[in-house]
């Protein structure tokens, strides 16, 4: 198989899956904190802050990037495989051409360096770029045989992953805060359960017990009441619903 096929092909096999294969970054974090300087992993307040603030961030980048997104564009649509009823190419797209994944990075950044490890940030590193670089390469040979030309020529002054230009384009839509709860609320909470389960896990190598942060316990509950909110008003009602997204 020539190579061009067999990253395609693996980047589409990795892209139907993409929602829970990132749970292995979880499980190596928690393998790294308990082989790792148990000192270190003494709870602060300033950093782990620091630390939800930079998955915050990259959450906002998606929450930008869903919020003025088409419908059945910049989709979770891991079971069907890919999916583009036109091409996105303002707002973070007139950017990067993965804005996603863009935000997907800097969420995972967050839990990553809770670990405080710097060599297993760098592998972390290294392993996401390996992951993503397949995906995108699948998404993007999806994208240049139905857009052709107009692909070619967008992709030519848009970087795909780090912006080089700033060339920024208003959304062709208005921010839709719907849609964003609608297709959002589960990696919302997906946060703050990822950090629950590092500071559960890190005070039981500490202690010996089994239990959490105060902080963490509070923000873990209140995301997810979020999450169990949002999943209701999205299951029995249309008030999330939007028409063209």
Excluded: C
Excluded at 113 to 127: C, G, H, K, Q
């Amino acid at each position: 198989m020539a190579l061009v096929h067999e990253f395609e092909e693996s980047g589409n096999w990795l892209f139907k899956r993409r929602s829970w294969l990132p749970l292995f970054i979880v499980a190596a974090g928690l393998i790294m904190m308990f082989l790792g300087n148990r000192q270190a992993l003494l709870f602060d307040l300033r950093d782990e802050m620091i630390f939800l603030g930079i998955s915050l961030t990259g959450e906002l980048i998606r929450i930008f990037t869903v919020g003025f997104a088409p419908r059945n564009t910049s989709g979770r649509n891991t079971s069907t495989g890919q999916i583009a009823d036109e091409l996105n190419t303002t707002g973070f797209y007139s950017l990067v051409r993965h804005p996603l994944y863009l935000g997907n990075l800097i969420m995972w950044i967050g839990p990553v360096i809770f670990v405080r490890s710097p060599w297993f940030t760098v592998v972390f590193l290294l392993v996401y770029w390996l992951y993503y670089e397949r995906i995108m390469f699948a998404e993007e040979q999806f994208l240049r045989r139905k857009f052709g030309e107009i692909y070619d020529n967008w992709s030519v002054k848009v970087s795909s992953f780090i912006p080089y230009s700033f060339n920024f384009i208003p959304p062709k839509l208005p921010f839709s805060l719907r849609n964003v709860l609608k297709r959002e609320y589960h990696t919302i909470f997906n946060i703050f359960a990822i950090f629950a389960v590092l500071d559960l896990f890190r005070n039981y190598y500490l202690s010996g017990k089994i239990h959490m942060t105060p902080i963490w316990m509070k923000m873990f509950i209140g995301a997810a009441s979020f999450w169990v909110l949002m999943r209701l008003i999205h299951k029995a009602t249309r008030l999330l619903e939007v028409e063209g997204r």
